[in-house]
């Protein structure tokens, strides 16, 4: 993540969204979860956070950009800060101004990424001097996805995803994202795979792959396992695969539960992605994978963006 730090009582974090790179759901869980195999990769779109601590008691959270979320109880900013109150009993308030630019309910984690953003920033502004496994243990207990971005923006995740190894891969290539505006509920698409406690699977490996190709290649041979259910619901979105294909993409596939697509591109996509989607109303965006530094010089860094344009 990208920490300013404006004075002692402000600062500014830029919390990237994510692309599951694949997705494989290898079983169902007596808990009602499920084990899950996935490779996240951190990328350059990013929400923009500001805190300030203030004199007065409470916690006033203006959300920008998306009048769609909204800034009660059920925010994961909000479930954040008041968790951080209640392990560390802390004293007067925050105001918290996020600018949203991450599309929500679009399978690319933007949830996830304001709520580390939050304890990370909380953690910095009242000195509480945590460490990244205290702030994985807080960011698991209010989603899944949380613990990832504590970490070095890629990572293989296992278990229910609360399992993070980061990984050093390649990340020398380009993104197209178009995100429909379609919100999946990841419960639903859980429920829609109908999988039982007795189906089980191994976790790919993905560990001897060396330089760009090696990956494509083994990202080629994978998948996400909620893809062909997503388009049976939502038929019209084969077009967007279609489209990324034949703009070059070497690989096109959904994110996470969807609604988001990519397409990877080893150079910079010559590509007008506005006329390439002319008239469906999707969003698109071209990113980069990103990495990030470790948290103990975080507030010193930033991330680090493999930039090579």
């Keep these: ?34 084990n899950i195999s996935s490779l996240f990769q951190a990328i350059s779109i990013f929400d923009r956070l500001r805190f300030e601590r203030t004199a007065t008691s409470g916690i006033d959270l203006n959300i920008r950009n998306n009048d769609k979320l909204q800034p009660g109880e059920d925010n994961l900013v909000m479930r954040a800060c008041r968790l951080m109150w209640e392990e560390h009993e802390l004293q007067g308030g925050l105001s918290i101004e996020l600018e949203k630019n991450i599309p929500i309910g679009a399978g690319l984690g933007g949830g996830s990424s304001d709520c580390a953003a939050t304890i ?9 001097d945590l460490d990244r496994t205290r ?4 960011g698991a207990r209010l989603g899944s996805d949380v613990p990832f971005f504590f970490g070095s923006g890629q990572a293989s995740v296992t278990g229910r995803g609360e399992q993070i190894v980061d990984a050093c891969l390649s990340t020398d290539y380009w993104l197209v994202l178009v995100s429909p505006g379609d919100s999946v509920a ?10 039982g406690l007795t189906t089980s699977r191994q976790a790919t490996n ?10 494509l290649g083994f990202l080629d041979a994978c998948g996400n396992d909620f893809q062909d259910s997503h388009l049976q619901l939502y ?33 910079c996509p010559k590509v007008d992605t506005e006329k390439l989607f002319d008239g469906c109303g999707w969003r698109t965006d071209v ?7 470790p948290m103990d010089i975080v507030e010193a860094g930033g991330a680090r963006g493999d930039h090579r344009d």
């Design 206 to 215: 993905f560990k001897s792959c060396r330089g760009l190709e090696d990956f």
């Design 1 to 34: 993540m990208f920490v300013k730090r404006t004075d002692k009582n402000s600062l500014v974090i830029g919390a990237p969204a994510k692309i599951n790179l694949f997705l494989e759901v290898l079983s169902r869980r007596e808990d009602g979860f499920h």
């Design 120 to 128: 990370m920033a909380i953690n910095l502004l009242y000195d509480l």
């Design 135 to 138: 702030m994985t243990e807080l």
């Design 186 to 195: 990841t419960a639903e698409a859980y429920a829609r795979l109908k999988m």
């Design 235 to 267: 038929p019209a979105h084969s077009d967007i695969l279609d489209r990324l294909f034949q703009s070059g993409a070497r690989i096109a596939r959904m994110s996470g539960s969807g609604s988001t697509f990519f397409g990877i591109f080893v150079e």
């Design 287 to 293: 990113a980069r994978p990103i990495t990030m530094p």
